[in-house]
């Protein structure tokens, strides 16, 4: 059984920083594709930034410059370190696991998903 779990989520001032973790098991982070998503109450929710099963990794461009992913395969974690936060960062922010050789930017992809962790950033 595949299982994601978040954590690392609280509130912080506009041009702090916050470090997510997400650990994972029953699939190995080497071998799957890792993704972050955030949605605001009432909205879709949309991509932050994966790290690719293949290898590199790729952000949205609003967090670009901003944002890094990176995983640690021997804790089995990927990490999204956030700097510069702005107000319009607040968001619950999920992670989530793809297969193999599927698609990391599309949502319907991912087949595992934690239950989310907050982040506030005020102004």
């Known amino acids: 059984q595949v299982q994601v779990v978040e954590s690392g989520g609280g509130l912080v001032q506009a041009g702090g920083s916050l470090r997510l973790s997400c650990a994972a098991s029953?699939?190995?982070?080497?071998?799957?594709?890792m993704g972050w998503f955030r949605q605001a109450l009432g909205k879709e929710r949309d991509f932050v930034a994966a790290?690719?099963?293949?290898?590199?990794?790729v952000q949205a461009d609003s967090v670009k410059g901003r944002f890094t992913i990176s995983r640690d395969n021997a804790k089995n974690t990927v990490y999204l370190q956030m700097n510069s936060l702005k107000p319009e960062d607040t968001d619950v922010y999920y992670c989530?696991?793809?297969?193999?050789?599927?698609?990391?930017?599309?949502?319907?992809?991912?087949?595992?998903w934690g239950q989310g962790t907050q982040v506030n950033v005020s102004s």
């Open positions: 989530a696991t793809a297969p193999r050789r599927s698609d990391p930017l599309k949502k319907e992809n991912y087949d595992y």
């Open positions: 029953g699939r190995s982070t080497s071998r799957c594709s």
């Open positions: 790290i690719i099963w293949s290898g590199g990794s």
